[in-house]
C-alpha cells in the first residue's frame, strides 16, 4: 500500500472517529445544567412566585415557576438560555411583571428539578405540554413566547405550531449548526448534530409579529445572525439592536428595557401607505 493511501485511510479514521465522539458528547458542550435538590424552595423579593411540575407522557417531571400580578394583561412563556436553572433566570420575570404581565418559566429536562432523558424532539414536546396548559386558562391572544438564546428556537418552533400575541426573540440564532460551524467549520455538522435547532426554517410559518432584540457586539451570535432573521418575514419582524450589548448583558442597557417596554405595550398599528411617501423616488440631487 502506498504511503500516502495508507495517511489517508488514517485521517480518514480518524476522522470518523471524532466525529462519533461529537455526536455523543454534544450534549455535555450544548448544556450547561445546574441541579436543584426536591425540597428546593424558591423565593423572590417583591414577586409573588408559585411552583408546579407537570409529568409527561414518557414519565418526566417538568418543574416550573408562576410569577403572578394582580389583574394579568396576558402570560409571557419565558424559554431561557442553556445555563443554570430557573433559580436564577426567575429574577428577569420582574422585567415583565413590572408590565402587567404573569410570567411562566421552566426548566428543560435536566436542569434544575426537571427530569427526563433530554434531546430535541422531547423538549418540543415538553414546551408545547406547557403551552396547552397555559392555553387551558388563557386565551392565545394574550400569550407571549419569550426565547432568550438556546430558548429562541424553541419559542419559534411553538410559534410556528400556534397562534400566540407576540414572539419575542433575544440574541437568537439561526441555527445550531451554523453557531457550532464557526468553531468546528470541518466537521459534517448537518449528519452528527443531535439538536440542529433550525431557527429559520421554523420562523418561516410564524405568523404573529415577530420582535428581535439583539445586542450590536454580541461576539457569540453575531448581530448579523438577527438581521438574516428578519428578513425571513419582513412585514412581520421588527429589528432592536442593542448599541455595544453583548450575549449575556443586554438587559445592563436602558434601551433594552426601554425596547421590551414598548414592543409588550404597545399595539400593532395599520399605516394606510397611500398616505406616505411609499414610492416615491428621489431626484437625482438629493
Known sequence: ???????????????????????????????????????????YENQVVKEYNLETRDGAVINGLHFCVKHPKGVVLYLKGNSKSIKGWGKFAVDFTRHGYDVIMVDYRGFGKSSGKRSQKAIKRDLQYVYDKIREQVAEKYIILYGRSLGSGFATKLASMNNPKMLILDAPYYSLTKVTGRYMPFMPLSIIMRYPMPTYKWLKYVNCPVHIIHGTKDNLIPFKTS??????KPKLTRLYPIIGGGHKNLNNFESYHRM???????????????????????????
Open 1 to 43: 500500500m502506498p504511503t500516502w493511501l495508507h495517511i489517508v485511510i488514517w485521517i480518514l479514521v480518524v476522522y470518523i472517529v471524532i466525529s462519533i465522539v461529537l455526536y455523543y458528547v454534544q450534549d455535555y458542550f450544548l448544556f450547561k445544567p445546574e441541579k436543584l435538590p426536591r425540597d428546593y424552595e424558591f423565593y
Open 227 to 232: 438581521v438574516k432573521l428578519s428578513q425571513i
Open 260 to 286: 421590551l417596554g414598548e414592543i409588550i405595550t404597545s399595539e400593532p398599528q395599520k399605516i394606510d401607505l397611500e398616505s406616505t411617501s411609499l414610492g416615491v423616488k428621489h431626484s437625482a440631487g438629493n
